[in-house]
Structures are given as C-alpha cells and as structure tokens.
C-alpha cells in the first residue's frame, strides 16, 4: 500500500519523520547518531502529529520507531540541559520538561492504538515516549534503563510511576542503580507487552497497514526469552525494602551474594543526593497513584535538580568531559540531610505543572 507523507521532511534530515501508511500512522525519531535523544522540537512535533491523527478516521493506530541501529531512544538531550544550566538559568530545560511530561501522560491516555517499538536502547525519555504506550513490543535487542542516577538526576517522564508498579521491589533497585534490563526482564516490570524477534520487526510494521493491530500482534508475537530479575528477587525485594539509601546499601553488603555485593558498590557510585531523592520519589509514587500525580511530583523534583550541583556535575562528568569521574556535593550518603531531600519536592506555585486540577 502506498504511503502518504503527512509532513514532508528536509533533506531527510528532520528530527522526527511523520507519515502514514494504511490504517497505521508512524512516527520516526530521526537523530539516529544521537541514538535518537529527544529535545524540545522533537517533542512539540510528536504532539502535534498525536493532535492531528486523534481526530484523523483514516488512522486507526500510531506507531513509534527509531532510525538506525542502535536503538528507539537514549534519552533526553541532556548536553542541552548542561549547556542551559551553565550557560543561562535553566528555564529552557523546565520547558523542554514541562511539554515531555505533558506528551507522556498524553501518550499513556491516547484514544488509539499506541504501538511503541522498543527495539535497541530505550533509556530516559526513550521510556517517557514508549512505556506508557497501550503496545509496547520489545525484542531480543532491547536494553531498556532509567540511569538518572549515574548523572545526578532522578528517574523522571513517568519513569517513578511505571517503577513503582514493578512487583516487590524491582522498581526500586531498577531506579536506584539505573540497571539496564533485555526483553524478559521488561515484560516482568510491567515495561512492555509483547515480544517480537527484531528479524520480525520490519513484517511487522509493514502488516500495521492492513490489519487491526490485535491480528498483527497474533501473527509476530512469540514466547520471550528469560529474564535475570526473577531469579534475583531473593536478595533485591529484602534490601530494597528498607527504609533509607543506608540501610539498603549495608543490607546489600551484608547478605553475602555477590550480585548483591557488586550492586551495593554500583550504587556507591551514584550521586548520594540523587539516590535519597530517588527513594523518596519512589517511596511518595506508590501513594500518589496515578501517572499525573507522579510527573507533578517529577516536575517538582526535575525544577530543584537545576539548582543543585549534581546535574551539571554528573553530565560534565558522563558526557561533556567524559572523565567518568563526578564529583558529587554532598559526596556522601551520611551527608544528604532529610532537609536536602525534602527541597525537591517543594510546591513550585503557579510554575506547577498543571496535569492535576
């Protein structure tokens, strides 16, 4: 079937490619040497596209992809969000977040078909604009994170939501350590649906154009590979359980696996600052309930972490320098007072996000 481009790109070289194709309208992130990492144009583009084929009876499903290899999405653009800090007062970077969280809630009420092809890396706000999507399909590729931790940030665009409803306490040492996990391992947290070989991926799509989703879903969809997490929750749902970043890192220590040993310096690693905030988050999500009450909290937490050190700190460190070597204030989990922690979650005033009325 022939497809009709609905916005003409430049060169090929838009950020984000819109066409669609039968019954299937697809959007395609397109800045594969970033790994497709999201900004500001690029989300206003998705909504836009998300606008106009809500009310479109000729698309019956959306479909996302990534161009190239590598993956769907890395993440969010945080060079910009260095450069934004350093240079300025960060009021570019809370825009760019104030319009992903709003697309990502958007996303995980669509009237339609969300299909979200999360082939490759998926990190970040690869997640925000995949995992809260009705289909989410990953394959033998997939290498799906939330790593906010490693660059003192915390897991945001719904992220503390969807980890929070991960059985026992998977969520939280997912969030905590910034763990990447395969196919089997997502399907288990409630991260995606569905399993499709990545040999079967352009089939796949392409029978998108003629048949409902579900028929599409019944021809390619096969039995996942195993996961890890399963067979680790002997030791993570005890140490993730308690009550501070301290307590869970002496557990980890204490319980004599060597995974959970590897893991508690893995977590020595991270920023003190992002860590304790992250638990809180995490902690604070499971009460609020509903996505909007998370990305209002993560609003909150994001706006703070532009005023704190460790953000600028961890990306100079990770991507700008790429030393690897972060510097962290306070550089110790004894350090980040319970007063420190509750600065992130301050009521922002009329600069709210405004999900929730």
């Not at 698309?59 to 969010?76: D, H, M, N, P």
């Not at 809370?94 to 979200?116: G, M, S």
């Not at 005890?238 to 310096?265: M, N, S, Y």
Request: glycine content about 10%; some cysteine; aromatic content about 4%.
């Amino acid at each position: 079937m022939t497809a009709r481009v609905t916005t003409p790109s430049t060169g090929g070289e838009a950020p984000v490619l819109l066409r669609t194709a039968g019954r299937a309208a697809h959007i395609t992130l397109n800045r594969p040497r970033a790994i497709n990492a999201l900004d500001h144009t690029m989300v206003r583009r998705i909504d836009e596209a998300l606008t106009a084929w809500e009310h479109d009876p000729a698309v019956e499903s959306v479909v996302i992809t990534g161009a190239g290899e590598r993956g769907l999405c890395a993440g969010g653009d945080i060079r910009a969000v260095h450069d934004d800090v350093r240079d300025g007062d960060g009021t570019a970077s809370a825009a760019f977040w104030r319009d992903e969280y709003h697309l990502n809630a958007r996303i995980a009420r669509y009237a339609k078909p969300y299909v979200a092809v999360m082939d490759g890396i998926v990190m970040g706000g690869g997640v925000g604009v995949s995992a809260h999507g009705s289909v989410r399909v990953v394959t033998e590729r997939s290498k799906i994170a939330m790593p906010e931790t490693g660059i003192g940030f915390v897991p945001d665009v719904g992220g503390t939501h969807l980890l929070a409803l991960a059985p026992g306490e998977l969520g939280t040492h997912l969030a905590l350590t910034g763990a990447r996990i395969g196919a089997g391992d997502a399907l288990l947290c409630g991260l995606a649906d569905h399993y499709v070989p990545s040999a079967s991926l352009p089939r796949f799509v392409a029978d998108l154009a003629d048949l409902p989703v579900r028929e599409v879903l019944e021809r390619h969809v096969r039995p996942s590979p195993e996961g890890e997490l399963a067979g680790q929750r002997e030791w993570i749902d005890p140490c993730f359980a308690a009550d501070t970043v301290e307590e869970i890192v002496q557990r980890l220590l204490d319980h004599g696996t060597p995974a959970a040993k590897e893991t508690a310096e893995t977590l020595l690693t991270k920023s003190p600052t992002a860590l304790k905030v992250t638990l809180a988050a995490m902690r604070r999500a499971r009460r609020l309930g509903s996505l909007e009450r998370v990305l209002e909290q993560e609003y909150r937490v994001s706006c703070a972490a532009l005023t704190a050190p460790d953000l600028i700190e961890g990306i100079r460190a990770q991507i700008v320098d790429k030393d690897r070597d972060p510097r962290w204030s306070p550089g110790t989990l004894a350090e980040v007072t319970d007063a420190d922690v509750r600065r992130f979650f301050e009521p922002l005033g009329d600069r709210e996000l405004g999900l929730v009325r």
